[in-house]
């Protein structure tokens, strides 16, 4: 019996120190925990002024976290009234969309990413919308100097530069992009929006015999707008960020390289194959004769069905007349 009690008492004594191993377990992992986010919290406490500094000089944004800018910004930003307002200068939508900017590809990106320096302190305020137009581009190549290379070499970059002889606006990257919802370009949404963004400038989707009204009478234009990732839009033709104009032999339309940019998805097309328009109005003369014949045989098979019709319902009436079937005569039936 006693030998039963002391067993049972070892048991509870070992039971005891069992709990208060995993108790001092459990404390030295809490402990190491805090110890640990304590030293990451001071380590972050002494980076954060330091990377705000560069992104944000002006005093008063350099304690705020990016999170916290942001939505300082957009206490304001995001109150629809504040609208539109009109200057001297011209006219400035100061609204943004909080949610489209949280799920833009620059969610994340606190608001002085691009507004570089960026403070209302009238001292300070340099940046009125004109000047921050001309220096956009160059917003964007902090972080973007691939595409921003590319870009001062094509035919829109050297144009944005000098302008056109027109008077026309070559497009920059806020043109095409947008800037407060940029979207990420992988998508089939966004794929199938690429040619109302060139269509902008190029003849939109009313404009007959413009590039993109063209584009989506034919094959490629039909296939992307029916969810054909595959199919060809504008950029995988003309390339996005470095167009050239057709005529120059480095365009990847040229004639030395309109082939090769055929043969990325038609691997087996041949020179002729190449010669095949792209931009077209089927009825235009200049389209392939089978194209033209295929149109002009519609067109003819259009004119006979309402030809067709509008007889049948003449001679109808006709009929009805006679019968007296419009006018009581109590005819018929
Ligand atoms: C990816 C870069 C980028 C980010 C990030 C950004 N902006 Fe802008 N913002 C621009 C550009 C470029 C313009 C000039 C637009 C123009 O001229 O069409 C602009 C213009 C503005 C304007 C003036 C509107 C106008 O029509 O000129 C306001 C206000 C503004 N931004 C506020 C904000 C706020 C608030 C945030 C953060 C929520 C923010 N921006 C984040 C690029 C950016
Ligand atoms: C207290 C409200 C308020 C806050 C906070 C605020 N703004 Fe503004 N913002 C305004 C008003 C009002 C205007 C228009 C009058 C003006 O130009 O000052 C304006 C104008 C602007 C413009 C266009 C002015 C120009 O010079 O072209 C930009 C860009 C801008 N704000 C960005 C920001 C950014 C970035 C932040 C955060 C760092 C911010 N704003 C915070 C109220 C605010
Ligand atoms: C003429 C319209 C146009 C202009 C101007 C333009 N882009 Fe683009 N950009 C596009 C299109 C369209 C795509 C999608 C390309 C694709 O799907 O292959 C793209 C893609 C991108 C991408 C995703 C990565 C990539 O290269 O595909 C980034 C980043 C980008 N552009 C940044 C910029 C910057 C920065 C500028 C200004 C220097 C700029 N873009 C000017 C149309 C343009
Ligand atoms: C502070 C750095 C920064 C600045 C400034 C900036 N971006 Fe970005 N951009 C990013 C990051 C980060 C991403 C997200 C990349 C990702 O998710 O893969 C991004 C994504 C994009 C994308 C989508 C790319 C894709 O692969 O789908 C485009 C387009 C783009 N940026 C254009 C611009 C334009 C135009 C400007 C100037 C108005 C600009 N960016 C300014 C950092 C920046
Ligand atoms: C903001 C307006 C604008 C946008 C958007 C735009 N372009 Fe252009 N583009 C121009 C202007 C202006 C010219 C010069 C036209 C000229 O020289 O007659 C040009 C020239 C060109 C050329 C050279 C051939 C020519 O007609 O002279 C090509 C090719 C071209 N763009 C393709 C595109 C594609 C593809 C897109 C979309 C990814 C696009 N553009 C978006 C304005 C724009
Ligand atoms: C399948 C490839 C392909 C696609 C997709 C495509 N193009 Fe083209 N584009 C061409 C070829 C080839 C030419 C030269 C023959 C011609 O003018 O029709 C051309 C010519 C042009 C020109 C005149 C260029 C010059 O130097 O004169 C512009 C502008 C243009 N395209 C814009 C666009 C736009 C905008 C889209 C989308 C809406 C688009 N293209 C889609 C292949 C393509
Ligand atoms: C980004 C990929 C891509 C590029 C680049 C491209 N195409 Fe296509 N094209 C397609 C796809 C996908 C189809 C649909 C094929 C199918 O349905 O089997 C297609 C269909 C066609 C068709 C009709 C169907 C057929 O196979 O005869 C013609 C014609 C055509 N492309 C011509 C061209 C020409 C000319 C070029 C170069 C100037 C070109 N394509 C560049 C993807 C592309």
Known sequence: MGGDLNSARQLAKEFTCSKRAAAAAVLAIVLA??????A???????????????????????????????????????????????????????????????????????????????????????????????????????????????????????????GTAAGEK?????????????????????????????????????????????????YHGKAITLGRESAATCVDCHGAHSILPVSNPQSTLSEANILPTCQKCHPDASKGFSTFLVHVKPTSTKAPLIVFAVAVFYLLMIIAVFAFGGIHTLLYIYRGLKDGMYFGKGGGH
């Open 170 to 218: 070559a497009p920059i990257c806020i043109d095409c992009h947008g800037t407060h919802a940029i979207q990420k370009v992988g998508t089939l949404e966004y794929k199938q929006s690429i040619s109302d963004v060139c269509g902008k400038c190029h003849g939109g989707r009313e404009g007959h015999g413009g590039r993109e009204a063209t584009f989506l009478d034919t």
């Open 40 to 162: 990451l919290a001071a380590s972050t406490t002494t980076l954060l002024p330091a990377t705000t500094n560069t992104t944000a000089p002006s005093g008063s944004d350099q304690a705020a976290g990016s999170e916290d800018l942001t939505t300082r910004c957009l206490t304001c930003h995001s109150q629809e009234y504040l609208g539109t307002v009109q200057d001297d200068k011209g006219t400035q939508n100061l609204y943004i969309d909080s949610a489209a900017y949280h799920d833009s590809a620059h969610g994340l990106l606190p608001c002085n990413a691009c507004h570089t320096g960026f403070s209302h302190d009238p001292h300070k305020m340099v940046n009125n919308a004109e000047f921050f137009r001309q220096t956009a581009n160059e917003a964007c190549r902090n972080c973007h100097d691939d595409q921003f290379e590319m870009y001062k070499q094509s035919y829109h970059g050297t144009l944005s530069r000098g």
């Open 33 to 38: 925990v805090v110890l640990a986010s304590a």
